[in-house]
């Protein structure tokens, strides 16, 4: 049986073919293939993502441990800076050093070395050259101790008996934390 179809209903007739073709094509392949691209770039993303973090995290824990071996080696060195029980002769000594070689008369007025607490206070009256006071505040600051000042009171020394006008009296108060060995 042969059709006889006329060139307007043959040409009907490919074109919804080719339509239906294109249709199936453009649903059954490429759509399809837009959204699996479309998945396959968000998931990169979030990998992308997932992967800088990584990276940020390693980058943090190398310059985290790099600081850590910094911080070591300060830590390291604390102990030389600590008074412990039984160095008061040590810290007396340090102290009188101190007063010599900055040509200052030093006092302790008060201390509690005799029964060491959780601190040492010391109290101290210092009387010289004020460029010395400030030689013996600065030496201070350099010593093996770390010394916590609590109080300080400058004050010119200057009287009708000493004429010295650089002549100065400091009090000062001084504070160690005491450790066990």
């Keep these: 049986m042969k059709l006889n179809l006329n060139t307007e209903k043959r040409t009907l007739i490919i074109l919804a073919v080719f339509t239906v073709i294109t249709l199936t094509i453009i649903f059954g392949i490429i759509f399809p293939t837009i959204r699996y691209i479309r998945n396959l770039e968000e998931e990169t993303n979030s990998l992308r993502v997932y992967l800088e973090k990584k990276y940020e995290n390693t980058r943090n824990i190398r310059t985290s441990k790099k600081k850590i071996d910094e911080i070591e080696s300060i830590v390291a060195q604390y102990p030389d800076l600590l008074f412990y029980r039984g160095d008061e002769l040590k810290l007396i000594t340090s102290l009188e050093r101190l007063a010599s070689n900055n040509k200052v008369i030093q006092k302790i007025n008060s201390s ?17 050259d004020y460029q010395n006071i400030l030689k013996y505040l600065s030496s201070i600051e350099k010593e093996d101790f770390y010394f916590t000042i609590t109080n300080l009171q400058i004050s010119s020394a200057f009287s009708t ?21």
């Design 161 to 181: 008996q000493n004429n010295n006008p650089s002549a100065t009296i400091m009090n000062l108060d001084l504070l160690l934390y005491v450790n066990e060995r």
């Design 112 to 128: 509690n070395l005799d029964k060491p607490g959780e601190t040492v206070n010391f109290s101290l009256t210092l009387s010289g």
